[in-house]
């Protein structure tokens, strides 16, 4: 399995963009998915996860209510939509992908067994 993930950008405070992971290797179907992030001096944090079969999104508090995750199964790609962005979101972000993770495991970074090279996203005050 291969991700790749495209979208970022800079952008000011308030704005938007959208993140894209394009999976090759296997169809999305059965395949969890993850985005991640990782701000300058920090450890990597769960940013969003959707289901296997696409039916469930989880969210990290900070993000919830501002993102949205979601997948295009005939273009084998998972969406993050970022709105309302803050300097905080501020980091690079990384698409990741199991088929075998379990539901309370998607919070555990740890957990996901195949992960893209990271989008950088700068949100400027």
């Known amino acids: 399995v291969q991700l790749q993930a495209s979208g970022g950008g800079l952008v000011q405070a308030g704005g938007s963009l959208r993140l894209s992971c394009t999976v090759s290797g296997r169809p999305l179907n059965g395949v969890a998915m993850a985005w991640i992030r990782q701000a300058p001096g920090k450890e990597r944090e769960f940013v969003s996860a959707i289901s296997r079969n696409g039916g469930s999104q989880y969210y990290a508090d900070s993000v919830k209510g501002r993102f949205t995750i979601s997948r295009d199964s005939a273009k084998n790609t998972v969406l993050l939509q970022l709105n309302s962005l803050k300097p905080e979101d501020t980091a690079v972000y990384y698409c990741?992908?199991?088929?075998?993770?379990?539901?309370?495991?998607?919070?555990?970074?740890?957990?996901?067994?195949?992960w893209g090279r990271g989008t950088q996203v700068t949100v400027s005050s």
């Open positions: 990741a992908a199991s088929s075998t993770i379990i539901t309370s495991e998607y919070r555990n970074i740890r957990s996901w067994n195949y």
